[in-house]
Each structure stands twice: as C-alpha cells, then as structure tokens.
C-alpha cells in the first residue's frame, strides 16, 4: 500500500514537471489565448461561430473557422455574443475524471479493509474500484462545466456596446 502512494506520488510530480516543460513559454512572450465566438443575431435568423478578430465603433470582424473568411457585422444586428477558450472542455473532461478517480480514491481508503464476510475488500481495491466508478461521472460534469459559455449582451444597442467593450476585448485574437 505505501509503494502505491509513492507511485502515485511520482507520476503526479512527473505529470506535472512534464505539462509544464511542453507548455512553458521559451520565448518569454505569453501566446494570445483563442477563444471561440458564436454570435446571435437580433432576428434570430443566424447563429455563428469564428473567432472576434476585431473591435470598431460600430461593427466588429469575425474569422468564421469554416468558410476561411472574415466578415464585419454591424452592432445593431447583434443580440449577443458568447465565448469560450478553445480547448476548454476537453480539459475540463480529463480534469473531472482526475477528480473522480481522486474522490473515489479518498472514499475507498477512508472505508478501510472489510473484516466478515464472503466479499472482502482492502483500502486500495476500494479506493480502485471507487476511483473508476467514479471517473466517468467526474469527467461528464467536467465536460460540462469546461463547455459553457460567457454570454455578452448587446442587444443591437450602440451604448450596450460601449458599455461592454473592455470586456470583449479580453476575447479578441490578434491575427
């Protein structure tokens, strides 16, 4: 049982060194981060997805991801506007099962060993069992979470705009 904590205990620190030499920033210059955009129009008649590429006075530029093309859309055809980082629910998925195994890890080893009966169990087959139990409900949850959206309001209104414009310019991508 004590060598299996150490085992777990040096694949954590070696999972951990290892994200962060792949993600590290040689350069010293921090990436800008790309989030998606969908954008709802006041008549409802178009929902699309790109990525905000820039902010004027009365439009704004989007990159739409499947046509190839950037496209300037007026703010009074724009309801809102939603974000989310790319990638954000794929780790938002591994994150919930990392904590689903970890709960469950928790649950069985708190448990203890079995001591009567025609099924025994130790601490750590309870803590495996658990933890795989566990994992899956853990990384739906995460998929979820990791999947939603901030919504911008704009509701076709040049001063709602205004008023929100600090704020989309945190979503903003620089090509």
Not at 31 to 42: D, E, F, L, Q
Not at 97 to 124: C, H
Request: glycine share 10%.
């Amino acid at each position: 049982m004590k060598n299996q904590f150490h085992l777990l205990f040096m694949t954590i620190l070696f999972l951990s060194f290892l994200h962060q030499n792949l993600h590290g920033q040689a350069t010293g210059q921090k990436r800008p981060t790309n989030y998606y955009t969908w954008i709802k129009s006041m008549d409802k008649s178009y929902s699309r997805a790109g990525h905000l590429s820039d902010i004027n006075d009365s439009t704004i530029c989007i990159n739409f991801i499947a046509k190839h093309e950037t496209r300037s859309i007026k703010i009074e055809d724009i309801n809102y506007l939603e974000f989310r980082k790319k990638g954000n629910e794929i780790k938002g998925f591994f994150t919930g099962v990392l904590a689903g195994i970890l709960f469950g890890g928790m649950i069985g080893l708190v448990s203890g060993d079995d001591e009567k009966g025609f099924l025994r169990f130790t601490a750590a087959e309870k803590a495996l069992m658990a933890g795989a139990l566990l994992a899956l409900p853990g990384g739906v949850i995460g998929g979820i979470i990791g999947s939603s959206k901030v919504k911008i309001p704009i509701n076709g209104n040049q001063r709602n705009y205004k008023i929100q414009i600090k704020e989309l310019e945190k979503y903003s991508y620089r090509y």
